[in-house]
């Protein structure tokens, strides 16, 4: 169920941090907020879909001034509870539309955050905010996943991502409306829990022609945090947007 919330609610922010356990180790984190330290160049940060603060609070530690956005009440409670975490302003929202106060030298969204927006015309309007809470010069950072069809044998739509005796779980896509659905069933006490969480998949150039509509250019595009070059075989990218100098 879906509640004011979204999809992380009170269940899921209790057990993020545990459950993404991968994506908090140091060599992870650090190299993304090495990147993220240098293109905020002194300036200052806002952080599209924040969560407990994986990113954030460590780059704010670096002495860079973070603010962030989020729709979650309970994963900002987590990031609030940290240490540093109460000096971290952030705005309840939907980052797509939400206007925070100032301009930012940089903005970013981390994790495939930006596909928890389900249309085009949210992740367009993404864009646009972006570009609105930009300084002239600034940057905006998207980490986010190359589509996995290329996983889809002809005429299946779901890829499977694990298996067990006690939980499974398996994406699927509908590659008319690039929308897809990540879904993960556990047993407990002999029932079936069901969790099923929507996306809609963008591709490279999808993203590099939204940010033209918002005016922005691509600045910069690796495939991942350590600056690696971007080829045909890389599963993610992070690509790098720029908004002119005035
Ligand atoms: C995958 S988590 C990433 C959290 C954090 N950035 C990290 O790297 O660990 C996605 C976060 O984005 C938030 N979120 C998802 N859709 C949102 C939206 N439309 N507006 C604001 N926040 C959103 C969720 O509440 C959640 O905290």
Redesign the pocket.
């Known amino acids: 169920m879906i509640g004011e919330?979204?999809?992380?609610g009170e269940g899921v922010?209790r057990r993020?941090d545990e459950s993404?356990s991968d994506?908090?180790l140091p060599g992870i984190v650090d190299t993304a907020v090495d990147v993220l330290e240098d293109l905020a160049a002194g300036g200052t940060a806002l952080?599209?879909?924040?969560?407990?603060?994986?990113?954030?609070l460590p780059l704010s530690q670096r002495g860079v001034k973070v603010r962030g956005?989020?729709?979650?009440r309970a994963?900002?409670a987590r990031l609030h509870a940290k240490p540093g975490g109460g000096a971290i302003d952030v705005t309840i929202?939907?980052?797509?539309t939400?206007q925070v106060p100032d301009t930012f030298s940089l903005v970013y969204?981390?994790?495939?955050?930006i596909t928890?927006?389900t249309s085009q015309e949210?992740q367009v309007a993404c864009f646009r905010n972006v570009a609105r809470h930009l300084a002239p010069g600034g940057r905006f950072v998207v980490e986010v996943e190359v589509p996995e069809i290329r996983k889809l044998p002809p005429g299946h739509r779901i890829v499977p991502l694990y298996t067990s005796p006690t939980q499974w779980a398996f994406d699927v896509y509908d590659t008319a409306t690039q929308s897809m659905t990540s879904n993960y069933i556990e047993v407990v006490d002999g029932r079936g829990e069901n969790q099923s969480i929507p996306f809609r998949y963008v591709w490279p150039s999808e993203l590099d022609l939204m940010a033209r509509l918002a005016g922005l250019r691509l600045f910069q595009r690796w495939g991942g945090w350590t600056r690696h070059a971007f080829t045909h075989e890389s599963t993610k990218h992070v690509s790098v947007y720029e908004k002119a100098e005035d």
Do not use: C, K, P
């Open positions: 919330d979204g999809y992380f922010a993020y993404s994506m908090f952080e599209l879909g924040i969560g407990t603060g994986r990113i954030a956005i989020d729709l979650s994963m900002v929202g939907d980052f797509s939400t969204s981390v994790f495939n955050t928890n927006l949210a």
